[in-house]
C-alpha cells in the first residue's frame, strides 16, 4: 500500500517520518507550518512572558537532545512543504493523485476536514499524542501533568473521523518509562520516542487486517482543553507537580491509577 505522511517540520516530525519509511511503503512525506500562536507571549506581564520563552527554549532543547540525528525527512521520499491551515485543500488532492496514494498517516498536523477524509474513507490514521477519550485537545500530555494524573501519559493510534480524536482505537501505548529526574519536556519526548517504534507496526498490521477499530468509551470522563489553556499559570502548576514529587507518588500508586485507566491494547506482533 502506497502511504503519504501528513506530518509538521520539526525534529520530531523528521524522527517519526523516519520510523515510518523503515516499515512502509511511504511515497510521500507532506508538511506543514506549525500554528506559532502557543508560542506568543506578546500581551503578558514580564515575567510571565520569560516563562513561556524559556519553556519553549526548553522543549527545543530537549527534542535536539532526544531527535538531534534526525535533522532531515528521509532522503529518498519526496517532501512538500505546505503553509499552515493550508493542508486541506485541492492542491493536498492533487498532490496525493499523483503519487498514487492509498492510504494517509498522520502527525502532529491540523485537524483533517471532509475534503480529505470523504476521498479516503476508512484510510486515514492518526497518531495522537494522548489518551482518548481522557484528554482531548490541546496539551492531551502537558495537561495531564498540569492535573497530577501521570496515567493519562501515553499516545493513542486511531482513525482520523470528522469528529475530532473520536475515531475508533488501534491500539494505545502509556508511558511507563517515568523518572524522579525527569522533566515535562523529558516526559513527552521519550513518548514520542517510544510512539515512534509502535506506529509503523500497527499501521502496518491493520493494513494487513490483523486488527480491527475499537469504538472509543464514550461514557468515559473526558478532559478537553484548548490552546488559551495554556497558560504561564498551567506551566507553573506543572512545574510544581513534577518538582513536589509528583512522579514519586505517582510510581508508587501506578498499578492502581492505571486501573482506573484501562487503554486499548492491540496485539500486533
Known sequence: MRIALFTSNHLRHKYIAAQLQAVLDLVVVITEEKNKKIEDSAGY??????????????????????????????????????????????????????????YIVLFGTSIIKPIILEKFPDKVINLHLGLSPYYKGS??????????????????????????DAGGILHQLR???????????SIGNRLIEKAGVVYPKIVKAYLENKIVPIAQD??????????????????????????NQGI????????LRKTNKPISIASYE
Open 45 to 102: 506581564e514580564p515575567e510571565d512572558q520569560q516563562l513561556l520563552d524559556t519553556h519553549f527554549k526548553d522543549r527545543t532543547a530537549a527534542e535536539e537532545q532526544f531527535f538531534g540525528a534526525f535533522q532531515d525527512f528521509p532522503a529518498e521520499v519526496p517532501h512538500i512543504s505546505l503553509a499552515f491551515g493550508t493542508i486541506n485543500s485541492e492542491q493536498t488532492l492533487a498532490h496525493l493523485e499523483a503519487y498514487n496514494v492509498d
Open 139 to 164: 496539551g492531551t500530555n502537558f495537561f495531564p501533568i498540569v492535573n497530577n494524573e501521570f496515567e493519562c501519559i501515553g499516545a493513542t493510534i486511531h482513525m482520523a473521523t470528522i469528529q475530532v
Open 175 to 185: 508511558l511507563e518509562e517515568l523518572y524522579e529526574d525527569d522533566t515535562i519536556h
Open 218 to 243: 464514550t461514557a468515559a470522563v473526558s478532559k478537553e482543553y484548548r490552546i488559551k489553556d495554556f497558560t504561564p499559570d498551567a506551566i507553573r502548576k506543572a512545574h510544581s507537580v513534577v518538582a
Open 248 to 255: 514519586v507518588l505517582y510510581l508508587k500508586q501506578a498499578d
